[in-house]
């Protein structure tokens, strides 16, 4: 196995390039988990950890660019305010230990549908930000996942950063689990209310061969919500409840060792529920 | 500096004390060294080919294109085993490695030894293996013939005889062991009122940190050095010698470094294998499980399937219980026999019966091995008999508390085995005790004290409190009959003019404190402060093992009947030197009980040390009588009850323990923070049984075996404990002390189960709950 350690993103893309069956490594919660298991045995192994400009965050123009590597600590820390679903989802990542190697960047790379940071992306339509030895490219997140564990990288890209704008309004995160910390998600939802454009965003995890957003669910509430989001009162319990039944509708679950499908649909009509309950009781307090 | 005249009327450290345990600050600093940090210039490493099938004939092995590989010393397989191709505790049934068949996922085949891990797993990955796959028998009422389950009253003989027509794991059939107890008259017997349930335990694994591990070394006189993680060295040395034809005094074990144990390390991992890679290379092995591998490496807790009844009069008095237990004891009969001995005695718990119908069986099928496990028998018995006297509560219109009161057993009160109980048995009082401890407050603020925990589910939607009860019964020490012993090596010297006491047991730590208790006895019967536990090995006579809650009662009592022999020498030295009389050693003096301190022990020590190697027993038990489980089985009982407070979101199905609160009898609390630390990380694994710990075995097929879906509580998970100590001298054991470490295991699952039970409002019948369990009734629409 070769390991090739550079201390570039320029250097670093010319070696993907030069090698791309080469695995990315960061903060190895994944990778190193699958070499120790052996379901993976890559000819050689990318180490990131010397590429400064990855672990960096930034805002301009009402956004955050996100670096792959800036690990899910530092979003706790630092991006509460900026994107708040992002880093509601970074607490329950893990354990410290993990979260303070684990980064976006690696979420986005083993696209399994379990990414805690997956469904808060998909929430606010952030945007990937790829780069090769050639070229460099904003991948929607909505395009981003094309099946179980596969996204639209080339072989020869990197993943550099996540762009999201700036939170305009309440966000949210819930994740079922069968511990109350360091477990992998049964079924996990993020819903973020855009009051600026009117929309709402959401994010369905461990619930379809992919994340997901649950398009009908945030037509129906976008909808619901137009004449409300001015001078805002309680939502009447048959839109919460129909936007619950919509993003259950959404999942396409199966039964594995974590938990059943009917459950997961269950689960995730009552996480719709309460999010939608907890933003909007935010927006209230906001708009008062 | 000055020289103090006070006399102490103590040791320091001694007996009642928490001293500070020699291996801690290492544990906790990383510095200790574990057997998988073992280490030998030169040495090679194992790996082990396991099988991929539940049950397969192996038609043929062809380990050419391993051998082949490049720094691969050896790949041996059945016929390589140099003595008995099969070993075990109590039956010797398992293969050392598979021959003609394989009858459990995991079940080892070839062994390799290379000179680096990953060639040695490479190499095993190179062996083929042609086997021919036949269908499991998986579900342990089809393997006794018995699919339906059928009720309470069966016939249960019908049982053994349709079970050899079954398709059977061993050719002798597929019961282990079928125990009944037949007290007072329980067929005949009606009650007033009566209350039924099914119930089932899923398979708990015991989880150590430590992986099984260890390095073996080829002696020159043709014999093997051993250093290895386990939980009895001379009966893994007795199982050994009969694999490898050596005679017991060609093989040498050393303990190496222990990462907990809970049961799992008392049948033998990789032993034998590391042993043969040596003795066939002429190099050190060195042997480690991974992760994985070390859930198919050891045996888990038995899986159980309960029916029970219960009568009782209208005021809630028991007139009888009758029941049947079914443990699945997986391919290999392992510790299956003592299980089912604990589940059928233990069976109704720690409550006057006068009919007792028992029926318990263990049976082989093609699921992995069970065996022992922290409290054995007993935690699944529990969850059984505690739901239905929580039933019967309700039944008859009285609390948890006062339905347990009025039935528990105490000194005096005679078991469904027939056998008297003769030692304090404070059950009422340890209901009593933790009605009286104040309640936690109402639901949490912090989101994260919610059930759902950090995942954010609840802000308080869906939250309902439970508080539940429960109560547990285990026997201390080897049973029915079985010669339970412990040898000590006590030695008293002058080392650089100080009095100084060596101990040698092979009795093994696994984490619990047994080195630490060890010397705190010694300076307690020898009033020498400076005391050395020497490292566990077969060069001093077997400690039995570190299970059924014995080393205090079985290595303490050994090790204090060697320091009386040691101080009956120093005392007809004492006369010799000082005149005849009575005499007591204390904080390094001598006294006589007339004159008071007449001089220093060190005096004593001028003319040689003393040293006695001494074996003690504790007194003998019985067998049980196989038609009617008459019999004195036990040497001790331990109580232990729970109370346990939840948060229930009963929307999604999650829990959360707010708090346990633990009353537990230990007779004599030896070392008082050690006990709090085994009552605390036993209600932890009884907690881990009720609400996710569980080996998900489907098709005989382990689905999760990884702490990725493996869960165990985290500090999350695990509340903060109220605790009482009671200390009620058993008057037959040493010190009056009584055995600590699995009664909290016992009662703390059924007590979360009924606190989850009483916030939800569902009938749970299975442990681990599960979210679905709880949100069933809004699943099935």
Known sequence: MEFFRPTSLAEACQLKSEHPDAVPLCGGTDVMVDINFDRRRPDALLDLTGV???????????????????????????????????????????????????????????????????????????????????????????????????????????????????????????????????????????????????????????????????????????????????????????????????????????????????????ALAILARRTLTWTWAEHIRRAQ | MTVSTEVRNRTAGGIGESPVRPDGTFKVTGQFAYSSDLWMDGMLWGATLRSPHPRARITSIDVGPALKLAGVSAVLTHDDVPGEKVYGLEIADQPVLAFDEVRYQGEPVVIVAADHPETARRAAALVVVDY?????????????????????????????????????????????RHQRIRFGDPDAVTADVVVQGDYEVGMQDQAFLGPESGLAVPADDGGVDLYVATQWLHVDRRQMSGALAL?????????????????????????????????????????????????FGHVHRHPALMRYEHGADRDGRLVYVRAHILLDGGAYTSSTPAVVGNASTLGVGPYDVPNVGMDCWGVYTNNPPCGAMRGFGAVQAAFGYESQMDKLAAAVGLSPVEIRTLNAVSEGSILPTGQRIDSPAPVAELMHRLDAMPLPGSVDQDIRLLPGGVSNTTHGEGVRRGVGYAVGIKNVG??????????????????????????????????????????????????????????????????????????????????????????SSLFERAAARYGPGEFRLVAGKVESLVDGVVGDIASLLLDGPVEHTVQWRHRPTQPLDEATGRGNAHVQWAFCAHRAVVDVDVELGLIRVVELACVQDVGKAMNPDAVLGQIHGGSAQGLGLAVMEEVQVVDGKLRNPSFTDYLMPTIMDMPPMRVEVLELADPHSPYGLRGVGEPPTISSTPAIVAAVRAASGVDLKRVPIRPEHLVAAALCH
């Open chain 1, 52 to 266: 400064r400009e990855l672990y960096e965050w930034s805002r301009y123009d009402s956004h955050v660019r996100v670096g792959a590597a800036v690990p899910y600590t530092t979003i706790i820390k630092e991006l509460s305010a900026d994107a708040p679903g992002l880093a509601i989802a970074s607490r329950t990542v893990g354990s410290p230990q993990i979260r303070n190697r684990g980064s976006v960047g690696g979420n986005l790379g083993s696209a399994s549908p379990a990414g805690d940071a997956l469904p808060p992306l998909l929430a606010v339509d952030a945007v990937v930000e790829t780069v090769s030895a050639t070229n460099r490219r904003r991948i929607p997140i909505h395009e981003f996942f094309l099946g179980p564990k596969r996204n639209a990288l080339q072989p020869d890209e990197l993943i550099a950063a996540v762009h999201a704008p700036v939170a305009g309004g309440p966000q949210q995160f819930a994740k079922v689990g069968t511990r109350n910390a360091m477990v992998i998600a049964v079924c996990s939802f993020s819903l973020a209310l855009h009051p600026d454009t009117g929309r709402v965003g959401t994010g369905i995890g461990s619930a379809a061969p992919t994340p997901l957003a649950a398009t009908q669910a945030e037509d129906f509430l976008s909808a619901e919500l137009a004449d409300r989001w001015t001078g805002p009162a309680e939502l009447p319990d048959d839109v919460v409840r129909r936007f619950g039944e919509l993003v259950a509708g959404a999942a396409s679950p199966i039964d594995d060792v974590r938990g059943t499908a009917d459950y997961r649909r269950h």
């Open chain 2, 132 to 176: 021919e796959v036949v269908e499991p028998v998986t579900d342990p009422r089809e393997a006794v013939g018995h699919p339906d389950w059928k009720p309470v009253h069966d016939e249960p003989g019908e049982r053994t005889a349709m079970s050899r027509d079954r398709a059977p794991v061993h050719p002798h059939g597929n019961i282990v």
């Open chain 2, 247 to 295: 005679p017991e005094e060609k093989i040498r074990l050393t303990l190496a470094g222990v990462g907990g144990a809970f049961g799992a390390r008392e049948d033998l991992s990789m032993q034998v294998h590391a042993c043969m890679l040596a003795l066939r290379t002429g190099r050190p092995v060195k042997m480690v499980y991974s992760r994985e591998e070390s859930f």
């Open chain 2, 478 to 567: 080897f049973s029915e009959g079985f010669d339970d012993y412990s040898t000590a090596r006590v030695r008293i010297e002058l080392v650089g003019d100080e009095p100084s006491v060596l101990v040698h047991t092979a009795a093994v730590e696994v984490g619990q404190g047994l080195v630490t208790v060890q010397a705190q006895i010694a300076r307690s019967e020898l009033g020498v402060e400076r005391v050395t536990v020497a490292a566990a090995d077969t060069q001093v006579g077997s400690g039995g093992s570190t299970s059924a809650s014995r080393q205090t009662y079985v290595t303490g009592g050994a090790v204090r009947a060697g320091c009386a022999a040691v101080r």
